[in-house]
């Protein structure tokens, strides 16, 4: 596995400030990050599956994380974390912001959930490896994508899962992700730059680097009258599940 430049700062301070500046409207479905409320679903879905895939007889369990750890990496203010505490694994949630980290600890505590948050680089964090890793909608947003990849890579434990989610670089995500996407508020404006998206076909190379290989892989596509839902159609934003090679 590569293990070149695991300490090197890879997340970029403007855009830990910009979402941190978002924290406290954070869990407000109808705010400025309702975006994510509706997508979070979607990616839960692809998560249970990708759970019940990799670990057999898990698929009948309602906490089928039961004894597991599990990373929630770019955590915001929680919105993964708390679904995989109430699959039964204790969660770690890390974020660069740590306006997020002390949202998420509020949250997790009104609602009787036991979960760790911690703010910080990744790389600085000694926090140990973990069972399952998710990191959703982020990777677009760090500056050294090869170095964070290695420090994602090295926070999986052996024969664990990383699910990832992040928009696909193509003229479509250019004009509705970014273009129409803001210009209507349906995303907060600035947090999108095009030339950070990555293709599947660059971040397969990329966690090839560093030892993981692609499991499963899908789209999340919109449809009028059916919403945003899981596809091949990657057009816009895809979703992956990798392991360990």
Known sequence: MTKANVTSVTIRPEEAEHFASLARDWWNPKGPMASLHQVNPVRLEFIRGAIDAHWSGSASNAKPLAGK????????????????????????????????VSAAA?????????????AGELAGLDIGQFDLVTCLEVVEHVADKPAFLANVAERIAPGGLLVMSTPNRTAASR???????????????GTHNWSDFITPEELADLLSDVGL????????????GKGLHLSDDEALNYILSARRI
């Open 69 to 100: 750890t599990a990373l929630d990496i770019g955590c915001g203010a929680g919105l993964v974390c708390e679904p995989m505490a109430r699959l039964g694994a204790a969660v770690t949630g890390v974020d660069a912001a740590a306006e997020n």
């Open 106 to 118: 509020a949250h997790a505590e009104a609602v009787g959930l036991d979960i760790r948050y911690m």
């Open 175 to 189: 004009l509705l992700l970014v273009g129409a996407a803001e210009a209507i508020g349906y995303v907060p404006k």
């Open 213 to 224: 290989e692609l499991i499963d892989q899908q789209g999340i596509a919109y449809w009028p």
